[in-house]
């Protein structure tokens, strides 16, 4: 397993090392709860749902090990890019079915969701990441996921070239 760096070299990722990535993000997640956003005029909540979707991409579907670890060390950055976002690059709302507890019970029910997205450009680092923020109709605006908004992918000669994701923010 493997991470790419920012030139295209492969980084080897020790075991040991995520499980302290994945414990200390953990750790810091939980230490937010909520962040204003100038954006949004509203402050924007970082729940378990938030957390699960870096690890996952969508319910009972988990990430690779390299996804995971990337996003989890991005977490801090993220918070930093809500904090100071007054600008929106990315809009999207769509209806989708949402698992929402009720009665005591799961169920499936059609909702609209909003997705704002912020991108970000880290100069010194020669980081440029997107932060998705989430609001599922009648509820408070939530972290949905951070990532780089390009990853390493290798052609059919070998070479190494830099491809954006998907585009799906639900499952990105």
Not at 50 to 76: C, I, K, M, V
Request: aromatic fraction near 14%; proline fraction near 3%; charge should be positive.
């Amino acid at each position: 397993m493997g991470v790419y760096r920012l030139d295209g070299t492969l980084m080897k990722i020790d075991p040991e090392q995520f499980k302290k990535v994945k414990e200390d993000a953990k750790k810091y997640y939980s230490g937010v709860h909520k962040v204003h956003c100038p954006y949004l005029k509203e402050d924007i909540h970082f729940n378990n749902e938030g957390f699960e979707h870096l690890l996952t991409t969508s319910w009972n579907r988990g990430r690779s090990t390299a996804d995971q670890y990337t996003r989890l060390r991005l977490l801090p950055k993220a918070v930093e890019v809500i904090q100071y976002s007054h600008l929106l690059q990315e809009y999207n709302k769509t209806g989708l079915f949402v698992r929402q507890k009720i009665n005591s019970r799961w169920e499936k029910r059609l909702k609209d969701v909003q997705y704002y997205v912020f991108i970000a450009v880290f100069i010194k680092s020669g980081l440029r990441l997107k932060v998705v923020v989430k609001r599922i109709e009648g509820a408070s605006p939530y972290f949905w996921t951070v990532y780089p908004s390009w990853r390493v992918t290798t052609g059919f000669d070998g070479s190494k070239r830099k491809a954006f994701y998907s585009g799906n923010l639900e499952e990105d």
